[in-house]
């Protein structure tokens, strides 16, 4: 017997960030934004995190791999190599399950925020992780980088370009 999966996403979290700024502008603005939190004058939301996620992707690419990267659409390439670099290492030498989720989670961030930046849409919360939700469509962006790390043929950049289809 096979139980059907119910998926639930909550309503999309609206920007509270220009996503047209440099990653060095947002970085600020993340930082000033956290400055209120810790003093309590702000509530976090789960786009702060996905946004400092996206932001450690930035530094960790260009750390190890030599490439820079922002949120722009002529990114997407480079971004796509990233990830085949990461899905080529992780195969060849699993990496343990902390690094390996923390790197998702980066790499979701990033890709949201492309999406989001260039695409149009909003984060929000489901019951499988963080999504974007674009002209309608639930995008479930962590699944696909994640299924892409480990192994899977359809890349993100593909999902992308369907999403502008869309």
């Given at each position: 017997?096979?139980?059907?999966?119910?998926?639930?996403?909550?309503?999309?979290?609206?920007?509270t960030f220009d996503y047209s700024l440099t990653p060095?502008?947002?970085?600020?603005?993340?930082?000033?934004?956290?400055?209120?939190?810790?003093?309590?004058?702000?509530?976090?939301?789960?786009?702060?995190?996905?946004?400092?996620?996206?932001?450690?992707?930035?530094?960790?690419?260009?750390?190890?791999m030599n490439i820079t990267l922002d949120f722009g659409e002529e990114n997407l390439a480079d971004y796509c190599k990233t990830?085949?670099?990461?899905?080529?290492?992780?195969?060849?030498n699993p990496p343990p399950a902390d690094f390996f989720n923390n790197v998702l989670k980066s790499a979701t961030g990033f890709f949201g925020i492309m999406v989001i930046k260039n695409l149009g849409g909003n984060w929000a919360q489901s019951n499988l992780g963080m999504t974007v939700i674009h002209n309608g469509t639930t995008a479930f962006?962590?699944?696909?980088?994640?299924?892409?790390?480990?192994?899977?043929e359809d890349d993100p950049g593909t999902f992308y370009n369907h999403l502008k289809e869309n």
């Open positions: 017997m096979s139980e059907e999966l119910k998926i639930e996403v909550g309503e999309p979290i609206p920007n060095t502008e947002l970085d600020k603005k993340l930082s000033e934004a956290m400055t209120k939190v810790r003093t309590g004058q702000a509530v976090p939301t789960n786009e702060y995190a996905m946004l400092g996620y996206a932001l450690d992707y930035i530094d960790f690419v260009r750390n190890n990830l085949e670099a990461l899905q080529k290492s992780f195969a060849q962006v962590m699944n696909r980088v994640g299924r892409f790390l480990q192994g899977g």
